[in-house]
């Protein structure tokens, strides 16, 4: 008010009568002590106090120049702003006069930008949805009566940009697309490109300026997009995993709680629900289309969508949350969703709010408590609302009509029809049997406590977001069924809902780890904790293991205990793996060290008389081992004869392999010993040093630069690596051996595709995929003197020393790893039953190839495009690189 006075004296005799202050002065202040921007506002521009002294009437919007254009602007602006700060109009007024201000602008900007009857320019987001906020990004997107006009979208764009930040990223193919398209171009992106996640962007797009007739067409257009057709389970859960990647960025950046947008509890978890729900259901129920929040909140709790107490909370916490947006974003108009930290900002922020201070607690304490009341009100409904309708259905239809309750503000239930396209939607594909296994799941929670039914909607939740949502149901029911496995699943529960959801996880990943749970329920109170599912150090196992196998001479005995230690490990770097605890690389080198500590402790139970080795070759060498590995070996003694050496490698294979593959450790692979499979099984360091020197090839020389001592005599081991050092390493790579390298790979691409498995998107042999790398790789160790057994390794080396240009290392890192970790992902969700296992290529089946996508968070079609891209770019520098195709 001294500012307003200092600047425009004239204006005194308004503010202030006799000692008091005018109710225009009373405004001001509420307004200033809310917005310092709007403050600064007051004493720069004479019209504004003219427009709080008149906040009926609304600011015309002056399109005579884009200077005029931005002015009328602010002023209206501030009279929306001062309405809602002295309670004149609720939250829907206000985000409809913000949304309508921003198309009135629009309007001006087109004018002005002397747009012609050719464009027009469609809300998105909240502006479309007219639920706009003080500082929102006004997102738009220009459509064409026949081609691209960039240059009128940008004089648009430099008018409307003077008013609000605008942005443009919502149309096809990003900031990489072109700013302009006809509507034909639409149609035609919607049908071959377009994500789901773009579809539910269309959920809002409104014309708001320009040539209106286009603008109808382009609604009536997306309309038909995004209802006329079926989103599979596969796409929702595509977009439902971008959501939750998203609350792990903000908890990544310790904003939980402070986030009221995109953290949990918050802005979106209401928005999200509420679309999701509308695109699963509003095909075949025009009543739920709204393109406002909490208009279609409402249309889906009338048609019985939403339990009505579910949509009551949400919708009382919506404008809660929104308010409080408004208020941040109020203080400067900065486009911020975070409560601040500091103190005096915070109090600020509490008082605007309309707390106040008394004897037992502070405005900011009182602020802090109902944010976090709504936050967990939000998200505990927000992991139920998927599937408490359906429970309430199953539980109406499960109850005699005598016993029902009469007609009250519940009482509206989903239809048969719906609940079938809500449990497709969400992955569950049979309604009668998910119908059937809920059931059992309920009555047996049930007798254990009511928590634990209460539990039973976000239990169903967790199991959606599973890559098999049927075969995760069918395991937590079993679990349950069983009294002794029950116990230990509602114990657990109780201590760690987050032990819960990651077990619902991976009940639904990979029928290994279904029957490796039931096998051994213990396992379920680790699941909550990362540091419990840490895989045993390879010291430590190998220790274990030998406290085990002494306590009985029988071999079967022995065997099933190192059967069940791998067992036991294999769970733990599974979970790790499919919880994304671990990457590729950490998860090949537990897999290795598990290997390792076997190798050590059946050689220990085998005890050979005299020094033995064992060397690790290709993948367990590089310690970067998968799922489908085999042991790949080299055996070595010392200090005996043939036949004793023999003798050693025969029983360790016996005692590894079993008499079954049940009953099996591991799978060892002796293939690349000298004289592969003609040749003796182990041999003498001399016998070694000798095949070396007088008649090893090329590709054994390329085979041992990933050698590397596994188990057995260390002393004897060093030796070993000593003589495979000289002959790899002691000499250069001739222009013949080259030649031989390569003339192998080709004849390797030419012939060891399984004829069942897809050579277009094989993950080990395909065309810039795992060999082709690998290959790439030792070619260049064996040129520039890398020893290094390890191919991640092996890479970054090549990089830092030039033997790789940084954009080829990117390109085969990025395919390695990609290769790498969908092959992993496959093995475990595509075990067959018994423990078989599926191939190296993308499956070509298409409920095997969905369960696939999902687990890796993303579509069949998507994943499909990644293996194209990064092995194509792979395969690219392969060509130059590998084979010295200086065009490639």
Same mark, same amino acid.
């Given at each position: 008010?001294?500012?307003?006075?200092?600047?425009?004296?004239?204006? %005194?005799?308004?503010?202030?009568?006799? /000692?008091?202050?005018?109710?225009?002065?009373?405004?001001?202040?509420?307004?200033?002590?809310?917005?310092?921007?709007?403050?600064?506002?007051?004493?720069?521009?004479?019209?504004?106090?003219?427009?709080?002294?008149?906040?009926?009437?609304?600011?015309?919007?002056?399109?005579?120049?884009?200077?005029?254009?931005?002015? /009328?602007?602010? %002023?209206?602006?501030?009279?929306?702003?001062?309405?809602?700060?002295?309670?004149?109009?609720?939250?829907?007024?206000?985000?409809?006069?913000?949304?309508?201000?921003?198309?009135?602008?629009?309007?001006?900007?087109? #004018?002005?930008?002397?747009?012609?009857?050719?464009?027009?320019?469609?809300?998105?987001?909240?502006?479309?949805?007219?639920?706009?906020?003080?500082?929102?990004?006004?997102?738009?997107?220009?459509?064409?009566?026949?081609?691209?006009?960039?240059?009128?979208?940008?004089?648009?764009?430099?008018?409307?940009?003077?008013?609000?930040?605008?942005?443009?990223?919502?149309?096809?193919?990003?900031?990489?697309?072109?700013?302009?398209?006809?509507?034909?171009?639409?149609?035609?992106?919607?049908?071959?490109?377009?994500?789901?996640?773009?579809?539910?962007?269309?959920?809002?797009?409104?014309?708001?300026?320009?040539?209106?007739?286009?603008?109808?067409?382009?609604?009536?257009?997306?309309?038909?997009?995004?209802?006329?057709? +079926?989103?599979?389970?596969?796409?929702?859960?595509?977009?439902?995993?971008?959501?939750?990647?998203?609350?792990?960025?903000?908890?990544?950046?310790?904003?939980?709680?402070?986030?009221?947008?995109?953290?949990?509890?918050?802005?979106?978890?209401?928005?999200?629900?509420?679309?999701?729900?509308?695109?699963? +259901?509003?095909?075949?129920?025009?009543?739920?289309?709204?393109?406002?929040?909490?208009?279609?909140?409402?249309?889906?709790?009338?048609?019985?969508?939403?339990?009505?107490?579910?949509?009551?909370?949400?919708?009382?916490?919506?404008?809660?949350?929104?308010?409080?947006? !408004?208020?941040?974003?109020?203080?400067?108009?900065?486009?911020?969703?975070?409560?601040?930290?500091?103190?005096?900002?915070?109090?600020?922020?509490?008082?605007?709010?309309?707390?106040?201070?008394?004897?037992?607690?502070?405005?900011?304490?009182?602020?802090?408590?109902?944010?976090?009341?709504?936050?967990?009100?939000?998200?505990?409904?927000?992991?139920?609302?998927?599937?408490?309708?359906?429970?309430?259905?199953?539980?109406?239809?499960?109850?005699?009509?005598?016993?029902?309750?009469?007609?009250?503000?519940?009482?509206?239930?989903?239809?048969?029809?719906?609940?079938?396209?809500?449990?497709?939607?969400?992955?569950?594909?049979?309604?009668?049997?998910?119908?059937?296994?809920?059931?059992?799941?309920?009555?047996?929670?049930?007798?254990?406590?009511?928590?634990?039914?209460?539990?039973?909607?976000?239990?169903?939740?967790?199991?959606?977001?599973?890559?098999?949502?049927?075969?995760?149901?069918?395991?937590?029911?079993?679990?349950?069924? !069983?009294?002794?496995?029950?116990?230990?699943?509602?114990?657990?529960?109780?201590?760690?809902?987050?032990?819960?959801?990651?077990?619902?996880?991976?009940?639904?990943?990979?029928?290994?780890?279904?029957?490796?749970?039931?096998?051994?329920?213990?396992?379920?109170?680790?699941?909550?904790?990362?540091?419990?599912?840490?895989?045993?150090?390879?010291?430590?196992?190998?220790?274990?293991?030998? &406290?085990?196998?002494?306590?009985?001479?029988? &071999? /079967?005995?022995?065997?099933?205990?190192?059967?069940?230690?791998?067992?036991?490990? !294999?769970?733990?770097?599974?979970?790790?793996?499919?919880?994304?605890?671990?990457?590729?690389?950490?998860?090949?080198?537990?897999?290795?060290?598990?290997?390792? #500590?076997?190798?050590? #402790?059946?050689? &220990?139970?085998?005890?050979?008389?005299?020094?033995?080795?064992?060397?690790?070759?290709?993948?367990?060498?590089?310690?970067?081992?998968?799922?489908?590995?085999?042991?790949?070996?080299?055996?070595?003694?010392?200090?005996?004869?043939?036949?004793?050496?023999?003798?050693?490698?025969?029983? %360790?294979?016996?005692?590894? !392999?079993?008499?079954?593959?049940?009953?099996?450790?591991?799978?060892?692979?002796?293939?690349?010993?000298?004289?592969?499979?003609?040749?003796?099984?182990?041999?003498?360091?001399?016998?070694?040093?000798?095949?070396?020197?007088?008649?090893?090839?090329?590709?054994?020389?390329?085979?041992?630069?990933?050698?590397?001592?596994?188990?057995?005599?260390?002393?004897?081991?060093?030796?070993?690596?000593?003589?495979?050092?000289?002959?790899?390493?002691?000499?250069?790579?001739?222009?013949?051996?080259?030649?031989?390298?390569?003339?192998?790979?080709?004849?390797?691409?030419?012939?060891?595709?399984?004829?069942?498995?897809?050579?277009?998107? +094989?993950?080990?042999?395909?065309?810039?995929?795992?060999?082709?790398?690998?290959?790439?790789?030792?070619?260049?160790?064996?040129?520039?003197?890398?020893?290094?057994?390890?191919?991640?390794?092996?890479?970054?080396?090549?990089?830092?020393?030039?033997?790789?240009?940084?954009?080829?290392?990117?390109?085969?890192?990025?395919?390695?790893?990609?290769?790498?970790?969908?092959?992993?992902?496959?093995?475990?969700?595509?075990?067959?039953?018994?423990?078989?296992?599926?191939?190296?290529?993308?499956?070509?089946?298409?409920?095997?190839?969905?369960?696939?996508?999902?687990?890796?968070?993303?579509?069949?079609?998507?994943?499909?495009?990644?293996?194209?891209?990064?092995?194509?770019?792979?395969?690219?520098?392969? &060509?130059?690189?590998?084979?010295?195709?200086?065009?490639?």
């Amino acid at each position: 008010m001294h500012r307003v006075a200092q600047e425009h004296p004239e204006f %005194l005799d308004r503010l202030v009568v006799g /000692s008091g202050p005018t109710p225009l002065a009373s405004i001001l202040v509420r307004v200033s002590a809310a917005s310092d921007s709007l403050g600064r506002l007051l004493v720069v521009d004479p019209g504004a106090l003219d427009v709080l002294d008149a906040l009926e009437r609304p600011v015309e919007l002056d399109a005579s120049g884009p200077a005029a254009l931005a002015r /009328s602007k602010r %002023l209206e602006l501030l009279r929306i702003a001062a309405r809602d700060l002295l309670g004149l109009d609720t939250f829907e007024t206000v985000g409809v006069a913000l949304a309508d201000l921003a198309q009135q602008a629009l309007d001006g900007a087109v #004018a002005l930008a002397s747009g012609g009857p050719d464009i027009a320019v469609i809300g998105m987001g909240k502006l479309g949805g007219r639920e706009l906020n003080y500082a929102s990004d006004v997102d738009i997107i220009f459509v064409t009566a026949h081609g691209p006009d960039e240059d009128t979208a940008r004089r648009i764009l430099q008018v409307a940009q003077l008013c609000f930040r605008v942005d443009v990223g919502l149309r096809p193919e990003g900031r990489a697309g072109p700013l302009t398209r006809s509507l034909d171009s639409y149609r035609s992106y919607w049908a071959r490109w377009a994500a789901t996640w773009e579809f539910q962007a269309l959920l809002k797009a409104r014309a708001l300026a320009g040539e209106a007739a286009l603008g109808r067409r382009f609604e009536d257009a997306a309309v038909e997009q995004v209802w006329g057709r +079926h989103y599979s389970g596969d796409e929702l859960a595509a977009v439902r995993s971008m959501k939750a990647r998203t609350e792990g960025a903000v908890a990544g950046r310790g904003m939980v709680g402070r986030e009221i947008k995109r953290g949990p509890g918050g802005i979106r978890d209401i928005e999200f629900a509420v679309q999701l729900l509308q695109l699963v +259901h509003g095909r075949h129920d025009t009543g739920i289309r709204d393109r406002s929040t909490l208009d279609a909140l409402a249309q889906l709790a009338g048609a019985g969508y939403v339990a009505t107490d579910d949509a009551h909370v949400l919708a009382e916490a919506y404008r809660f949350l929104r308010t409080v947006e !408004h208020r941040l974003q109020l203080v400067e108009e900065d486009q911020t969703h975070a409560v601040p930290i500091d103190p005096a900002a915070r109090r600020r922020l509490a008082l605007v709010m309309g707390y106040t201070d008394d004897v037992s607690d502070s405005a900011t304490a009182r602020f802090d408590d109902a944010l976090r009341s709504c936050q967990r009100d939000v998200r505990a409904i927000h992991e139920r609302l998927f599937f408490r309708p359906l429970l309430e259905v199953f539980a109406r239809d499960d109850t005699p009509n005598s016993a029902r309750k009469g007609p009250g503000p519940t009482s509206r239930l989903m239809s048969s029809e719906a609940v079938a396209r809500r449990l497709d939607a969400f992955g569950f594909s049979n309604a009668t049997r998910t119908r059937a296994a809920v059931e059992d799941l309920a009555g047996g929670l049930t007798r254990s406590s009511r928590l634990m039914a209460q539990l039973l909607p976000l239990l169903l939740d967790w199991l959606s977001l599973s890559p098999d949502p049927d075969l995760g149901l069918l395991g937590l029911r079993n679990l349950v069924l !069983h009294a002794h496995h029950r116990s230990l699943l509602v114990s657990a529960f109780r201590e760690s809902p987050e032990a819960a959801r990651r077990l619902c996880l991976l009940l639904g990943s990979s029928r290994t780890l279904v029957e490796a749970i039931e096998r051994n329920p213990e396992l379920i109170a680790t699941i909550g904790d990362d540091q419990a599912l840490t895989p045993t150090p390879r010291d430590a196992l190998v220790s274990e293991a030998g &406290e085990r196998l002494h306590r009985n001479d029988d &071999e /079967s005995w022995r065997r099933a205990q190192l059967v069940r230690l791998r067992q036991d490990q !294999h769970v733990r770097i599974a979970a790790r793996d499919l919880l994304d605890v671990d990457d590729v690389v950490a998860t090949g080198r537990a897999l290795a060290a598990m290997n390792e #500590a076997l190798l050590e #402790a059946a050689l &220990e139970v085998v005890d050979p008389a005299m020094p033995f080795s064992i060397v690790g070759m290709g993948r367990l060498g590089g310690a970067e081992m998968s799922y489908a590995s085999d042991l790949d070996l080299l055996l070595v003694y010392d200090g005996a004869g043939d036949l004793e050496g023999e003798a050693v490698a025969e029983s %360790l294979l016996h005692l590894m !392999h079993g008499p079954s593959p049940a009953e099996r450790v591991a799978s060892i692979d002796l293939g690349l010993r000298p004289e592969g499979g003609q040749g003796r099984l182990a041999r003498d360091l001399h016998g070694y040093a000798t095949y070396f020197d007088r008649w090893a090839q090329t590709w054994e020389r390329q085979a041992l630069a990933r050698a590397r001592i596994v188990a057995g005599d260390r002393d004897l081991g060093e030796r070993f690596m000593t003589v495979i050092d000289d002959f790899v390493w002691g000499r250069p790579l001739t222009d013949d051996e080259v030649a031989d390298i390569r003339r192998m790979k080709a004849r390797i691409e030419r012939e060891r595709i399984p004829a069942r498995e897809d050579p277009q998107f +094989h993950l080990k042999l395909g065309r810039g995929s795992l060999s082709d790398i690998e290959w790439t790789v030792q070619l260049l160790q064996l040129r520039h003197h890398i020893p290094e057994a390890s191919t991640h390794t092996a890479l970054e080396i090549l990089g830092d020393r030039g033997g790789l240009l940084p954009a080829d290392l990117v390109a085969l890192r990025d395919a390695y790893r990609f290769c790498e970790r969908t092959r992993n992902r496959w093995h475990l969700v595509g075990a067959l039953p018994g423990g078989g296992t599926p191939g190296d290529a993308l499956p070509t089946q298409a409920d095997q190839l969905s369960h696939l996508s999902r687990s890796l968070g993303t579509t069949p079609s998507s994943l499909r495009d990644d293996y194209r891209r990064v092995t194509r770019r792979a395969r690219r520098v392969v &060509e130059r690189v590998f084979y010295g195709i200086e065009d490639a």
